[in-house]
C-alpha cells in the first residue's frame, strides 16, 4: 500500500489537510484544480485561436504562427503563459499539458489542441490517483491564476513604456502597476521600471508631435493620463499651451510635450497606458509631427 493511503495527508507543497482515500490532494486542492481545468477547457481556444491569432498571424495549422504583426504586450505575455517557460523556470501551459498527458498514459498529440488535452487529462479516472498530479496541478494553478489575469485585464491593466532599450530589440515591455522591474519577452532583459519611466518621459519631451487638442486628449489618454477637453481649453485661454502651427484645415495645433509636462507636472511619469492604443510610440519612433483628430500624421 502507498503511503499516501496510509497517511492520508495532502502532497500539494505545504499543505497538511487530509485527503480522502487514495487521493493525492486534499478537498481544497483538489476544488482549485477543477476550477483550472474548467477554466482553460472554456478559454483555451480563444486564447489559442483568437488572441494570439491577431498577435502573431498564427494560422490555425497546429503551429505558433510568425512574429510578422507586432502584438501588444499583453498578447506576447498570454503567448509566454501559453507556450514558454517563466523566469522561475515554470513551463508554460502547453508543455505542462503534454508532459502531464504522458503520466497519465494519455495518447495525445499538438494537432489535438490545448483545450482538447485539458479536458482529457480533467476526464482521466486516474487523475487524482497520479503521483504527479500533486506537482502538475501547483505549476497548473500558477499558470491559469496568470492567464485569468491577462483576460482579465483585457490589456488595460498593463503599464506600457515602449520599446525596449537593448541594442537591436524591438520587444515592447509592458508590466502590471506596481512592478519594480520588467522583463523584455524577446531579448529577455531586465529594466527598472523608474528607468523605463523616465525614458519614456524623455522621449515625449523630445519628440516634434503636435496635434489639434482633440488629438492631444487622445494621445495623452494612451499614455493614461486623463485630461479634460474644459481642462486644455483653460490652458490655452491662460497661454499655458501655446498654439505652434495649424492643420490644413486650418485647426491650431499645440506640441505633445508641452501638454504632457501640463497634464504631469516636469517630467513626471504616466501611470497608465493602453496596450491597444499603442499608436503614439508609433508616432515618436517614426518622427510623425502633426496628428489630426483622426490620429494620421503629416
Not at 502590471?176 to 515625449?204: G, T, Y
Not at 490644413?248 to 493602453?274: C, F, H, I, Q, W
Request: aromatic residues 6%.
Amino acid at each position: 500500500m502507498d503511503s499516501f493511503t496510509q497517511n492520508h495527508l495532502c502532497e500539494y507543497r505545504i499543505c497538511y489537510r487530509d485527503t480522502q482515500p487514495d487521493h493525492r490532494m486534499c478537498p481544497v486542492h483538489e476544488r482549485n484544480l477543477d476550477d483550472d481545468l474548467t477554466w482553460l477547457e472554456a478559454n483555451l481556444l480563444d486564447l489559442t485561436e483568437y488572441r494570439i491569432n491577431r498577435a502573431y498571424g498564427k494560422t490555425g495549422d497546429g503551429g505558433h504562427g510568425s512574429t510578422g504583426a507586432a502584438p501588444t504586450p499583453v498578447r506576447e505575455a498570454i503567448f509566454t503563459a501559453l507556450y514558454e517557460s517563466d523566469d522561475m523556470g515554470r513551463p508554460g501551459i502547453e508543455p505542462l499539458l503534454f508532459e502531464w498527458a504522458r503520466a497519465l498514459a494519455l495518447n495525445v498529440t499538438v494537432t489535438d489542441g490545448l483545450p482538447h488535452i485539458a479536458h482529457r487529462l480533467h476526464d482521466s479516472p486516474r487523475l487524482l490517483e497520479s503521483e504527479g498530479t500533486p506537482v502538475y496541478a501547483e505549476l497548473l494553478h500558477h499558470d491559469a491564476n496568470t492567464l485569468r489575469r491577462l483576460v482579465e485585464s483585457d490589456d488595460h491593466d498593463m503599464i506600457v513604456y515602449g520599446q525596449c532599450p537593448a541594442p537591436k530589440c524591438d520587444g515592447q515591455l509592458a508590466g502590471q502597476h506596481d512592478a519594480i522591474e520588467v522583463r523584455c519577452p524577446k531579448c529577455r532583459s531586465v529594466w527598472s521600471v523608474k528607468f523605463l519611466q523616465a525614458e519614456r518621459a524623455n522621449r515625449i519631451f523630445h519628440s516634434d508631435i503636435v496635434g489639434t487638442q482633440t488629438s492631444l486628449l487622445k494621445l495623452l489618454a494612451q499614455c493614461g493620463i486623463a485630461v479634460k477637453p474644459a481642462t486644455m481649453r483653460s490652458w490655452v485661454k491662460r497661454g499655458k499651451l501655446h498654439q505652434c502651427g495649424e492643420t490644413d484645415s486650418s485647426k491650431p495645433v499645440y506640441r505633445l510635450a508641452e501638454a504632457y509636462n501640463l497634464a504631469t507636472g516636469s517630467m513626471r511619469a504616466p501611470d497608465k497606458t493602453d496596450p491597444d492604443a499603442g499608436d503614439i510610440w508609433k508616432l515618436i519612433d517614426n518622427k510623425q509631427t502633426i496628428i489630426t483628430e483622426e490620429g494620421q500624421g503629416k
